[in-house]
């Protein structure tokens, strides 16, 4: 340790001299894992006995009455080399138990495998003489969450930072998928299986044969931070970030649909993760008394160096005797493509103290998403697809011949502008306006059309609808004579939303404030089924500290939204059946149910209840209490429908008797109810989209209610005995997500409802019981050992799942996994820790 | 500076560092650990700074005379007798602008919240910021105790498991967004560790592109990726299409019951459209590809 410490005071000086360029940002906030959220020190000493210092008995509280913990023991000063103080520590050591455990959710963010263990350690050194000072510290070294970062700079003046940090999220781990070329863009049948001609007991036996994989991805981040103070009032920064993520998650894949059986396939593939993200950002910033301004630009560049994915098809898509679906032996996905993004934005603040103290504010920000990428073919495979005397030849689509475009040419604007004014008109009542104006402009302008056969659309999942649906191939033909009514635009969705409002706050007593607020904001959206919305909102609050360092807080909102007449079809000009010639555009199917209401847009009315309340219940005891009550009522009658309700109460008690005794309980429950309708169409072509209508008959209707109930519980204790150091904690999480539907008639499914209209689901619960244990013995001064124990215990039932498990291949569908399943987990520890 | 006015009125002066750590010898030992103390002690930036102690909590003259009357100095905790305006008018003299250049009206300050019920910079609690705790999500679950549960259900963000934390998201000291967002906007916000999904895309899906939380909620769910409800009824209640998306799903379609139906198990809708957040491929329309 003191080899490295005096290595570090050698380069010292060089760093010193090297961060003259200016730079700043903002850094990554959470540095940590699942052993140590924070990111601290474990090493450290215990808690001080002496407490905080206060000169008065007792804990101290802020003051809203929330308690002050009790710091540890000031680190003592230690080593000093040439000017520079150090002190640190580190803690190391071994896990084992049930750590290499492969449940998924047992790791999916952490990395808690049996073996050696660099927990923590930290080297911090100061130089008070030159105002320098120096951090190094990281945790969980080597392994898939582990963190680093180090702090280089002098007070007042500049500071460096870096950081590397890895987040693990872990997928599946008993993953079965029967391809090979996994984390690749190819994902190739094994031995055994033909694409395109897979038979049942084919596939069966390869999902047989493939061993369990696990699917994850980790994230890699890195990061360079300046930050240099120029003056008192102005400061700079420049940010520059790295990320990495690599790895395979589970993702889809499809042609056509696969109910019943032996019509179409449908199938969970593997989608391959090597991303590179890489952002910058630089900025000024100055403050002095009266006024503040904030100016940044950033750059964010995302690219994905595997551009498609694809993967051989193992059924045979026949509906019959259907000779091409032979063909459709491929699919093809591309990915995400790279893209860029850029923004520069700037806040302004003015202060007039002298004129009914007001202050005025205004942001902006101006920006721009863009991707370039080039296109793939519409469709993989080659031969003859689609059936009858609609087949037609892949050939004519499987090259980049067949587009309209090379490129996406896709972008979006953005922009924003805000503007707010306080004032004092009068003793005590403080009065604000605010308004905030955003808006997207999206530019992209795509159009399937295949210029070597004048057709507009694509062939739908690679030739497979086609070549099962008689025309429904995916595209259009110009002068055929057939209806085939196809998506064929890229649709430039874009809104402009202005937020304004007035605020009024005035003291009504000593420490109680009541404010009162009207907020309106209107929405105008490009091709959506509403043009406007506009919904106004009122809210009261009153907030007040009450005597002994109690303070509450309470608010209740409501808001009505409207807008204007609803269009349920604005797609029209997207879509085949708007292109000139286009035969008997009337005779198409409805788009959609006219008398649904999308939620995003519908009118709803909602009130919002929240109360908190702080109370010092003694000296050494406080309690916190926190309710939300929001009732939301879409009039609707379709989609989202009735009374959508939320209510959550929370409680937490925290006693202090001492500065060496800690402990907590805390309660939480919540409960939400939302309701919605549909109604089952006839897929008659050319009828009414109404409700009651020939295609949407009210015979055919249905609810859906969805229910959820969420209780957590838990408490810890942290005692500091003089032979060791107690610090448990426990908590525990009971969900329940019941659904519950019914129908007007077995109409309103294909699905046999058995003779009961209504019915409900196995409800999706979660249940878990967490409990972490922490011994810390002291050996001397300067070393502890420390025992440690984590225990998970997970309950998960979940429908989506139930039945998978043995049963991967259900039909034409083949999953990869039975789901997230339950587990209990005990992690042990014994560590030793060193302190400098 | 803002003076209490009981020390305005009887004009007090600066006693110096020394005249505090006589007396406040533990908290002195703590505060000296601090970011504050290191940089007023080694490098201040002005003469106020200089005063270290006096510097945050005025002059402390009268004080010193009269330790029991906590109207003669700025305190900052439930005992002080200085109204959160000052005290937070004291770190606002120096901390004012950048982060928080929209603290004024922001909820937090509305709803009369003290720097110090966040903060303490008297002891080194939390890596950093001088926190009230050893990490910001505990310092926020003081008052936001909801979202410690919503943290801990079946999907959540690994904010239990220390890669995330509240100020990753949201920024306390106020924002020109209604959720005190750290982006203009929930997608802007969201595009900066999901920025695959920022696209542009030739084949937009709308709720997708207008707002993320049109499907997810942020901190925590009962249900997969985060989703607001159960597939496929989350998509049902948009899509209403001819064919299969209009029908009642029941119980008989999961892989347990009768009829097995894709729609039900496992990834639902997403198993075909599994490009759910926009396709860029030619033959995307539908996000199958």
């Given at each position: 340790m003191k080899a490295i410490a005096r290595g570090i005071c050698l380069i010292l000086p060089l760093l010193a001299n090297a961060a003259k360029a200016e730079l700043s940002c903002r850094f990554d906030a959470a540095l940590g894992n699942a052993i140590n959220p924070a990111g601290i020190d474990t090493f450290l000493a215990g808690s001080d006995p002496r407490g905080i210092g206060a000169l008065h008995e007792g804990p101290g509280r802020s003051p809203s009455g929330l308690l002050y913990a009790t710091p540890s023991i000031p680190p003592a000063p230690s080593e000093s080399m040439q000017g520079w103080s150090l002190r640190g520590g580190l803690e190391a050591g071994f896990l084992g138990g049930d750590g290499d455990d492969r449940n998924t959710l047992w790791r999916e963010y952490k990395d808690l495998r049996n073996g050696f263990l660099l927990d923590?350690?930290?080297?911090?050194?100061?130089?008070?003489?030159?105002?320098?000072?120096?951090?190094?510290?990281?945790?969980?070294?080597?392994?898939?969450?582990?963190?680093?970062?180090?702090?280089?700079?002098?007070?007042?003046?500049?500071?460096?930072?870096?950081?590397?940090?890895?987040?693990?999220?872990?997928?599946?781990?008993?993953?079965?998928?029967?391809?090979?070329?996994?984390?690749?863009?190819?994902?190739?049948?094994?031995a055994g299986l033909t694409p395109g001609r897979g038979d049942r007991a084919s596939i069966q036996a390869a999902v047989d044969a493939t061993g369990a994989t696990t699917l994850e991805l980790i994230r890699r981040k890195g990061g360079i931070a300046f930050d240099k103070a120029f003056s008192e009032t102005l400061s700079g920064f420049l940010h520059y970030t790295v990320?990495?993520?690599?790895?395979?998650?589970?993702?889809?894949?499809?042609?056509?649909?696969?109910?019943?059986?032996?019509?179409?396939?449908?199938?969970?593939?593997?989608?391959?993760?090597?991303?590179?993200?890489?952002?910058?950002?630089?900025?000024?910033?100055?403050?002095?008394?009266?006024r503040q301004f904030n100016l940044s630009a950033n750059a964010s560049l995302f690219r994905n160096r595997i551009d498609t994915l694809t993967w051989e098809n193992p059924f045979d898509v026949s509906l019959g005797p259907?000779?091409?679906?032979?063909?459709?032996?491929?699919?093809?996905?591309?990915?995400?493509?790279?893209?860029?993004?850029?923004?520069?934005?700037?806040?302004?603040?003015?202060?007039?103290?002298?004129?009914?103290?007001?202050?005025?504010?205004?942001?902006?920000?101006?920006?721009?998403?863009?991707?370039?990428?080039?296109?793939?073919?519409?469709?993989?495979?080659?031969?003859?697809?689609?059936?009858?005397?609609?087949?037609?030849?892949?050939?004519?689509?499987?090259?980049?011949?067949?587009?309209?475009?090379?490129?996406?040419?896709?972008?979006?604007?953005?922009?924003?502008?805000?503007?707010?004014?306080?004032?004092?008109?009068?003793?005590?009542?403080?009065?604000?306006?605010?308004?905030?104006?955003?808006?997207?402009?999206?530019?992209?302008?795509?159009?399937?059309?295949?210029?070597?056969?004048?057709?507009?659309?694509?062939?739908?999942?690679?030739?497979?609808?086609?070549?099962?649906?008689?025309?429904?191939?995916?595209?259009?033909?110009?002068?055929?004579?057939?209806?085939?009514?196809?998506?064929?635009?890229?649709?430039?969705?874009?809104?402009?939303?202005?937020?304004?409002?007035l605020v009024a706050e005035y003291p009504i007593a000593r420490r109680t404030q009541l404010s009162g607020e009207y907020e309106r904001q209107e929405i105008e959206?490009?091709?959506?089924?509403?043009?406007?919305?506009?919904?106004?909102?009122?809210?009261?609050?009153?907030?007040?500290?009450?005597?002994?360092?109690?303070?509450?807080?309470?608010?209740?909102?409501?808001?009505?939204?409207?807008?204007?007449?609803?269009?349920?079809?604005?797609?029209?000009?997207?879509?085949?059946?708007?292109?000139?010639?286009?035969?008997?555009?009337?005779?198409?199917?409805?788009?959609?149910?006219?008398?649904?209401?999308?939620?995003?847009?519908?009118?709803?009315?909602?009130?919002?209840?929240?109360?908190?309340?702080?109370?010092?219940?003694?000296?050494?005891?406080?309690?916190?209490?926190?309710?939300?009550?929001?009732?939301?009522?879409y009039p609707a009658s379709y989609g989202r429908t009735g009374r959508d309700s939320r209510s959550s109460v929370s409680a937490e008690i925290n006693y202090?008797?001492?500065?060496?005794?800690?402990?907590?309980?805390?309660?939480?429950?919540?409960?939400?109810?939302?309701?919605?309708?549909?109604?089952?169409?006839?897929?008659?072509?050319?009828?009414?989209?109404?409700?009651?209508?020939?295609?949407y008959p009210l015979a055919n209707a249905w609810r859906v209610e969805t229910r959820e109930r969420n209780d957590a519980v838990g408490f810890g204790v942290k005692v500091d005995f003089s032979r060791f150091r107690l610090d448990f904690r426990y908590a525990y999480a009971d969900a329940r997500s019941p659904v519950s539907y019914e129908a007007a008639s077995q109409g309103a499914s294909t699905l046999p409802l058995a003779g009961e209209l209504a019915g409900a689901f196995p409800d999706i619960t979660f249940r878990q019981h967490l409990a972490e244990t922490s011994l810390v013995f002291p050996i001397s001064g300067r070393l502890a050992a420390r025992l440690y124990h984590r225990y998970e215990d997970t309950r998960l039932v979940d429908w989506h799942y139930t039945g998978l498990a043995g049963s991967l291949l259900q039909g034409s569908i083949l999953y990869l996994d039975a789901g997230p399943q339950s587990y209990r987990a005990s992690v042990f520890g014994v560590f030793l820790q060193y302190r400098l | 500076?803002?003076?209490?006015?009981?020390?305005?009125?009887?004009?007090?002066?600066?006693?110096?560092?020394?005249?505090?750590?006589?007396?406040?010898?533990?908290?002195?030992?703590?505060?000296?650990?601090?970011?504050?103390?290191?940089?007023?002690?080694?490098?201040?930036?002005?003469?106020?700074?200089?005063?270290?102690?006096?510097?945050?909590?005025?002059?402390?003259?009268?004080?010193?005379?009269?330790?029991?009357?906590k109207t003669l100095l700025i305190g900052f905790t439930s005992r002080a007798a200085t109204p959160i305006a000052v005290m937070n008018g004291q770190c606002l003299s120096c901390h004012q602008g950048g982060e928080r250049l929209h603290w004024p009206g922001s909820i937090h300050e509305s709803s009369q919240v003290a720097c110090s019920d966040c903060h303490n910079p008297m002891a080194k609690f939390s890596r950093e910021g001088l926190l009230r705790k050893q990490s910001v999500s505990e310092t926020c679950y003081g008052c936001h105790q909801q979202q410690r549960a919503e943290f801990r259900r079946r999907s959540h963000m690994p904010l239990p498991?220390?890669?995330?934390?509240?100020?990753?998201?949201?920024?306390p000291h106020g924002s020109t967004t209604k959720?005190?967002?750290?982006?203009?906007?929930?997608?802007?916000?969201?595009?900066?560790?999901?920025?695959?999904?920022?696209?542009?895309?030739?084949?937009?899906?709308?709720?997708?592109?207008?707002?993320?939380?049109?499907?997810?909620?942020?901190?925590?769910?009962?249900?997969?990726?985060?989703?607001?409800?159960?597939?496929?009824?989350?998509?049902?209640?948009?899509?209403?299409?001819?064919?299969?998306?209009?029908?009642?799903?029941?119980?008989?379609?999961?892989?347990?019951?009768s009829s097995p139906d894709a729609r039900l198990m496992a990834r639902s809708c997403q198993t075909c459209h599994a490009q759910v957040h926009g396709s860029n491929s030619p033959s995307g329309a539908r996000f199958h590809r």
């Open positions: 923590n350690f930290g080297l911090y050194a100061e130089k008070p003489g030159e105002a320098k000072y120096l951090s190094f510290f990281g945790g969980s070294v080597g392994r898939d969450d582990q963190y680093y970062g180090f702090l280089y700079g002098r007070r007042n003046d500049y500071k460096l930072r870096l950081f590397l940090e890895d987040t693990p999220h872990v997928f599946a781990t008993d993953a079965r998928p029967i391809w090979q070329g996994l984390g690749s863009g190819s994902l190739t049948l094994p990320e990495k993520r690599e790895g395979a998650r589970p993702f889809g894949g499809a042609f056509f649909f696969p109910t019943p059986p032996g019509v179409g396939a449908s199938m969970e593939t593997v989608e391959p993760i090597d991303y590179l993200t890489q952002d910058i950002v630089a900025g000024l910033r100055y403050a002095d008394e009266l259907t000779p091409n679906a032979a063909n459709i032996q491929r699919g093809r996905f591309d990915l995400y493509p790279d893209n860029e993004a850029y923004q520069v934005k700037a806040d302004f603040a003015q202060a007039f103290p002298s004129f009914l103290r007001s202050r005025f504010t205004a942001s902006a920000s101006a920006g721009s998403m863009r991707q370039d990428d080039a296109l793939i073919p519409p469709a993989v495979n080659s031969g003859t697809a689609g059936r009858g005397s609609f087949q037609y030849p892949l050939e004519s689509w499987n090259t980049t011949t067949a587009l309209s475009q090379k490129n996406a040419g896709a972008a979006i604007d953005t922009a924003t502008a805000s503007l707010g004014y306080s004032l004092v008109p009068v003793d005590k009542l403080t009065l604000r306006a605010k308004a905030r104006y955003e808006e997207t402009r999206n530019h992209t302008d795509y159009t399937a059309f295949n210029p070597l056969t004048g057709q507009y659309g694509y062939p739908s999942l690679d030739g497979a609808r086609g070549t099962i649906a008689p025309n429904e191939n995916g595209f259009y033909t110009p002068g055929s004579g057939l209806n085939s009514q196809w998506h064929y635009r890229s649709i430039p969705f874009d809104y402009r939303r202005l937020d304004y409002g959206r490009d091709h959506r089924e509403r043009d406007r919305t506009w919904e106004d909102r009122l809210r009261i609050a009153l907030s007040s500290r009450v005597a002994n360092g109690a303070s509450l807080n309470v608010s209740l909102e409501h808001g009505e939204r409207r807008g204007s007449e609803y269009n349920y079809d604005p797609y029209r000009e997207f879509f085949t059946a708007s292109l000139p010639g286009y035969p008997n555009p009337s005779r198409e199917l409805p788009h959609t149910l006219a008398d649904l209401r999308k939620y995003d847009l519908a009118d709803r009315r909602q009130d919002t209840l929240k109360a908190r309340f702080n109370m010092q219940l003694r000296e050494d005891l406080d309690g916190l209490l926190s309710m939300r009550l929001q009732e939301s009522d202090q008797p001492a500065p060496l005794v800690n402990a907590y309980l805390f309660y939480s429950h919540e409960t939400s109810r939302m309701q919605q309708a549909g109604i089952r169409d006839r897929s008659i072509p050319g009828s009414s989209p109404d409700a009651g209508g020939n295609d | 500076m803002l003076l209490p006015l009981a020390a305005q009125a009887q004009e007090a002066t600066f006693v110096g560092e020394k005249a505090c750590t006589t007396c406040h010898v533990v908290i002195n030992e703590h505060f000296s650990h601090t970011s504050h103390a290191k940089a007023f002690r080694a490098n201040p930036r002005n003469e106020r700074e200089g005063r270290v102690c006096e510097a945050c909590h005025g002059p402390g003259s009268l004080h010193v005379k009269d330790p029991a009357d498991e220390g890669k995330i934390s509240c100020t990753d998201c949201h920024n959720s005190l967002l750290q982006a203009d906007s929930v997608n802007a916000l969201c595009y900066r560790c999901h920025t695959e999904k920022r696209g542009p895309f030739i084949w937009e899906h709308a709720p997708v592109r207008e707002s993320c939380m049109n499907c997810h909620v942020p901190h925590g769910s009962n249900h997969e990726k985060l989703l607001a409800s159960p597939r496929p009824f989350l998509c049902q209640q948009c899509h209403a299409n001819d064919g299969h998306p209009t029908e009642l799903l029941a119980r008989s379609g999961t892989a347990a019951g």
